[in-house]
């Protein structure tokens, strides 16, 4: 029987609808391209053209397009449950976390019974930081499909977050018992940094690899699984090549534009030259600490010492920032940085109250917050612009630690990881943009190094909470008894003291030299 969706297509132009379901499912977007054509040609309007096509732009990052183009078959099917979950996919992938988080509302109200909106409602909350919402959310996907093994990985996950790590280790065994190439508990084993994987597991994750039940996406997080469990053996050769592997099934499916991403941050510090000359109410924003660098540098661990402290509450990745600026650039109709120049003091004003806003939830307890999105080193000329008094601290590790360590986790959304090229080349860009931020802002932007720290935790944590002007509390040094929610790769390592045995790069020897050489480093064992 024909799909009612696939009504008014002639038999040709369904079965291209069919393939290109099947391309993006596997991630596969010039495959869904190709497979598209024939249908787009003969029905542009349908809406089950749309729908796919704006699944295709989207994994292309092409996501005002995808946008408009989901838009125009929700307007054709605006009751049909599927079109607001492909909906809510496109615009989490713009940025738009509000919105997708509501489609999906809407989706799950329409037809309750279907596991998949339910499941894509938990991995949103999760990223919103709603990790009691998002564990209900996935407990209804799982009632749903007990099989789940997306879901019921994913909320293994959040037992991790809440620190209860024994019963996520028997949750992902339990579900690897049943379902041996699920990649997803495989990772989630491989990502509590405490736990040593086995011989055993070795074996079990390269059995699991050519299992024909595995998807492309099991097979990225298998590999990076492996890759984890290989080092571990310190089989260091074996590990880098099944990571790079795994990099090599996700870079098929988008791959990153060092350059282009470049010239985007130019173009944000061009739009703030000159620097704003005065914006309205210095002391907005003083109850804000903004944690920033590149994941694996230190950010989670800066965070947990702060909110050690009596005064200061430990808010995670909050997505708060880039939604407010998007909302702006949605009201004005044109993109950030664009609209900048045009912008006055009231707007930044504006701006900053809506953060506050957004936010107000994690100052309910304690006058103070960390809003710790490391991506947000980007944002640090409009955070100047919308919140004056807060701090920012930018945290920084050794390059080639910092690069490795990126290349090995599975980081989703961060397709700069996939190369040793791309990784230097966002690096410099971090570099270049911090350095001219220190110098711009040396009041309201701190340095936090984190080979510094280990070699004198007291003498820096006492210079980290002087510069965001709170009192020295003690209980910022024993930052691991305190007890919250973590919900970064570094949730297991920031519950124990602090560890000088962290750094790696030595182990792999001459196999990271064309890491060194990316980032303009001497070669392994080269005499400076």
Request: with cysteine; hydrophobic share 45%.
């Amino acid at each position: 029987m024909t799909s009612p969706r696939l009504q008014g297509l002639s038999a040709s132009a369904a079965q291209h609808v069919i393939a290109t379901a099947e391309a993006l499912e596997a991630g596969r977007s010039e495959e869904a391209a190709q497979a598209l054509a024939g249908a787009l040609a003969s029905n542009p309007d349908h809406p089950e053209v749309l729908r796919l096509q704006a699944g295709m732009l989207s994994l292309r990052g092409q996501h005002a397009e995808a946008v408009r183009a989901m838009r125009n078959a929700l307007d054709k099917r605006p009751n049909d449950a599927l079109y607001h979950n492909t909906m809510a996919t496109v615009l989490a992938d713009a940025g738009d976390l509000d919105a997708a988080i509501a489609e999906l509302g809407r989706a799950c109200e329409l037809q309750p019974g279907m596991a998949a909106p339910w499941y894509n409602l938990g991995v949103l909350l999760t990223r919103g930081v709603r990790y009691a919402e998002a564990a209900d959310a996935l407990r209804r996907a799982i009632a749903l499909a007990p099989h789940h093994a997306s879901a019921r990985a994913q909320l293994a996950d959040l037992l991790r977050v809440s620190d209860r790590s024994d019963e996520a280790i028997a949750e992902y065994r339990k579900l690897l018992t049943e379902q041996p190439w699920a990649g997803m508990a495989w990772w989630g084993l491989a990502d509590i940094k405490t736990l040593r994987m086995t011989e055993d597991d070795c074996t079990a994750i390269q059995r699991a690899l050519g299992d024909s039940r595995a998807s492309d996406d099991d097979r990225i997080a298998m590999g990076f699984a492996l890759g984890k469990a290989l080092d571990d053996q310190g089989r260091y050769a074996e590990s880098l090549d099944a990571i790079a592997a795994a990099n090599a099934i996700a870079r098929r499916r988008k791959t990153w534009n060092a350059a282009g991403f470049d010239a985007a941050v130019d173009a944000i510090a061009a739009a703030f030259t000159p620097q704003l000359a005065s914006v309205a109410q210095e002391e907005l924003g003083r109850e804000v600490i903004f944690v920033v660098g590149l994941p694996r540098s230190g950010t989670t661990l800066t965070e947990q010492i702060l909110a050690s402290h009596a005064s200061v509450e430990g808010a995670g990745e909050l997505t708060d920032l880039p939604l407010v600026i998007g909302e702006e650039s949605k009201r004005r109709g044109m993109p950030f940085p664009l609209w900048v120049g045009t912008s006055q003091s009231a707007d930044w004003e504006r701006l900053g109250r809506r953060y506050l806003e957004r936010t107000a939830y994690w100052r309910r307890r304690r006058p103070f917050f960390v809003d710790k999105m490391p991506n947000n080193w980007i944002y640090i000329d409009a955070i100047r612009a919308m919140l004056p008094a807060a701090r920012i601290v930018v945290c920084r590790r050794d390059p080639l630690e910092t690069c490795l360590s990126c290349y090995r986790q599975r980081l989703a959304g961060n397709d700069y990881t996939r190369t040793f090229a791309d990784l230097a080349a966002y690096w410099r860009t971090f570099d270049r943009t911090v350095r001219h931020a220190l110098a711009r802002y040396p009041t309201h932007v701190h340095e936090h190094v984190y080979e510094a720290l280990l070699a004198d935790p007291e003498a820096r944590i006492r210079e980290l909470l002087a510069f965001c002007g709170l009192p020295f509390d003690a209980a910022c040094l024993d930052f691991h008894e305190t007890r919250r929610d973590v919900g970064s790769p570094s949730a297991m390592q920031v519950r124990q003291p602090l560890r000088r045995d962290t750094a790696r790069a030595a182990r792999y020897g001459d196999l990271l030299d064309p890491l060194r050489t990316e980032l303009g480093m001497p070669r392994f064992g080269a005499v400076a």
